[in-house]
């Protein structure tokens, strides 16, 4: 070696990797260590990145989905190969699901020995297998091509339509080194990697058009709203328009739900009777009843309501997915919203008074219904005499993030809570999954620094309850509120043949979910009252410290699959 070679400076895939994220911004990974990857979290964490290591690989995934849904950047999700990538891959086939942005990165093992199926140690074809659960993959197999790898998968993860995206990086790659000149010529920052996409003008004048000549306007808003961080135009947009609205779940608080446009409260009544529904970031999927059917006026499962759609959507092949769409509004939401803002003009014609005094009786006659319900104090607490303290408890903290699942503690949840700000509210999204709780729960903290309210589910939280161990070793903001009611859906089964085991939906009765918090530091409480719970949230909020209350919900309160029932198969024979 020349004495020149000798002082040239080298760089190797591990710093090429970290210096690549760094470079786009990303400053945060989730995931949990082992062979290959043990050094990468080591070497992130020593050049200022933020590493937070998970108990399992799924609930790591989680909160990278959440913190791309949360932050427009691409969560990145750190595993070791086959059964960690395995464990996240759940993760990142909900964050396709989802639409949340997300790179899942796992290290992989020896190519040759891999694809000559010669029993590898931990031996897979990780990038046939992330393929059709991904939006894009990609493997890196040269040190020199990890700037354009990582590069490509920030792209695919929020460009377009975002989602997950998978990154193969094979051990051998991280120990490759290079001359550290061209290590860093190599790298890209990537310019505009979520280009806006501006709809066609004759789009919006279509759209404003079949607007104008509704009777009964309705707008429904999703989640690809509350992504869009667009939120001053879709309030002006409603706002200057007049027209009534309801948020999908996680779009609550885009609007203050209070807001006397929300036709959240009369759903049943505005689906079917709505004419003309425009459709912004939201897709016609089971959660709306795919836009037809007897939700929708139909006579039959299958029949069309009669309304008329405009449909808002970064991607063109959703458009007439489910239903006839008349007026498909192709673009990046900020763009659509504002190019119909400035069509609307300050003159735009409210809708009749006779669909929003229709709108408001039966809101506010639900309103009152469901004010009675909260006021009860029965015996053993419900989850609507629950919810009511969690529903003052937001109101009071309306920046605290709210995570949640279960089958009826999500579903009461989310008509009960109001939210007040935008993506203040996480759930389990397209899938109804279970499992998001603690991963969602613990990035919303990274992420955002705001105390997080998590409420539970028993049967929800079992998932991903190990979990509360990393909530204490990072010290974060989280409250637990576990809804106890001994199960699934209800504690209240029994063993039809009477033997020893008991009902697949029961679990241990009367379980202190609150003593597992308490194992790792975190405070533990038990509330059979919703004073009881008052005491103990209202303590959280205030002390900040990684909490989990226990409360204990009417094991007989609850109905099967919560709202969801009838997507039950029935069995055609008795018995
Ligand atoms: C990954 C996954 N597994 C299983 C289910 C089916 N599932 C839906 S809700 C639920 C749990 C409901 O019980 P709990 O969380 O205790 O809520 P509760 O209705 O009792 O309040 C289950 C297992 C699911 N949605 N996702
Ligand atoms: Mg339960």
Known sequence: MTSDAQSQEVTDGFHLVIDALKL???????????????????????????????????????????????TQKPGICLTVSAPGFLNG???????????????????SSEREIVDLQQG????????????????????????????????????????????????DLPAKLFAQTMD??????????????????????????????????????????????????????????????????LPMAMAKGLLPDTHEQSAAAARSYVLPAADVVML????????????????????EHKDWGGQKFIQIDISPQE?????????PLVGDIGSCVSALLAGIGSNWARPPADWLSAIAERKNKNLAKMAETLARDPTPMTYHSALA????????????????????????????????????????????????????????????????????????????????ETICRYNLPVCVVIFNNNGVYRGTDINPIGGPDVAPTVFVKGARYDKLMEAFGGVGAHATTPAELRRAMEEAIRSKKPTLINAVIDETAGTESGRITSLNPKSAKQN
Request: hydrophobic letters at 45%; aromatic letters at 6%.
């Open 120 to 167: 590898d140690y931990e031996e897979m074809d990780q990038l046939a297998i992330a393929k059709p659960l991904a939006k894009a993959a990609f493997r890196v197999l040269h040190a020199a091509d990890i700037g354009v790898g990582i590069a490509r998968a920030i792209r695919a993860a929020v460009s377009g339509r975002p989602g997950g995206v998978y990154l």
């Open 24 to 70: 786009n911004g990303i400053d945060t990974i989730f995931g949990l260590p082992g062979i290959p990857i043990t050094d990468l979290t080591r070497k992130a964490q020593a050049a200022g990145m933020r590493v937070i290591s998970f108990r399992h690989e799924q609930n790591a995934g989680n909160a990278a989905a959440i913190a791309g849904f949360m």
């Open 180 to 245: 550290a000149e061209a290590g860093k010529k190599s790298l890209i920052k990537v310019v505009d990697p979520a280009p806006r996409q501006i709809p066609a003008q004759d789009a919006v004048q279509r759209a404003l058009e079949l607007l104008n000549s509704a009777k009964r306007p309705l707008i429904l808003l999703g989640k690809g709203a509350a992504y869009a961080q667009a939120d001053a135009d879709i309030r002006a947009l409603i706002e200057r328009t007049g027209i009534p609205y």
């Open 280 to 299: 912004v970031g939201a897709r016609l999927n089971w959660l709306l009843s795919h836009g037809k059917g007897k939700t929708w006026g139909g006579k």
């Open 319 to 327: 458009m007439d997915s489910n239903v006839r769409i008349d007026a």
């Open 89 to 107: 891959l759940t993760a990142l086939a909900n964050a396709t699901t989802n639409c949340f942005p997300m790179i899942l990165v796992s290290g």
């Open 389 to 468: 303290v969690v529903r003052d408890i937001i109101k009071a903290n309306p920046d605290a993030i709210l995570v949640n699942e279960g089958a009826n503690a999500l579903d009461f949840t989310r008509s009960i809570v109001d939210m007040y700000k935008p993506r203040k509210r996480l759930d389990v999204g397209t899938w109804g999954i279970m499992g998001i709780g603690m991963g969602f729960s613990i990035a919303a903290a990274v992420v955002s620094g705001q105390p997080v309210i998590a409420i539970e589910g028993d049967s929800a939280f079992g998932f991903s309850g190990m979990e509360v």
